[in-house]
């Protein structure tokens, strides 16, 4: 089991950045693909960025892909997105997941959810 609690969100002007974190509980953190999604109103979750269970690896969507940076820190069981060159588009719940194999994207293949961060970019 592995519980997922994320911070970070908050509202920012367009232009301006965020840093994500998401804390996981549970001793093999390190043996967890990592993915970032969000989801605006009206809209359906999307994938926003993923991280191998060793950190070697990452993808982006093509919508943040240079804008967002997704990291983790397998000691203190963290993963990180931070966002710059935000836009009101960006605008949404952002979710941590989690699951047990070395990477992956489709959502429906995450195991474990947080309960997610309000991102707010004002224009």
């Known amino acids: 089991q592995v519980q997922l609690v994320e911070s970070g969100g908050g509202l920012v002007q367009a232009g301006g950045s965020l840093r994500l974190s998401c804390a996981a509980s549970?001793?093999?953190?390190?043996?967890?693909?990592m993915g970032w999604f969000r989801q605006a109103p009206g809209k359906e979750r999307e994938f926003v960025a993923a991280i191998s269970s060793s950190g070697s690896n990452t993808y982006y969507d093509v919508s943040v892909k240079g804008r967002f940076t997704i990291s983790r820190d397998n000691v203190k069981n963290m993963v990180y997105l931070k966002m710059n060159s935000l836009k009101p588009e960006d605008t949404a719940v952002y979710y941590c997941?989690?699951?047990?194999?070395?990477?992956?994207?489709?959502?429906?293949?995450?195991?474990?959810w947080g309960q997610g961060t309000q991102v707010t970019i004002s224009s």
């Open positions: 997941a989690a699951v047990p194999i070395y990477l992956t994207i489709p959502a429906h293949e995450y195991d474990y």
């Open positions: 549970g001793r093999t953190f390190s043996s967890y693909a």
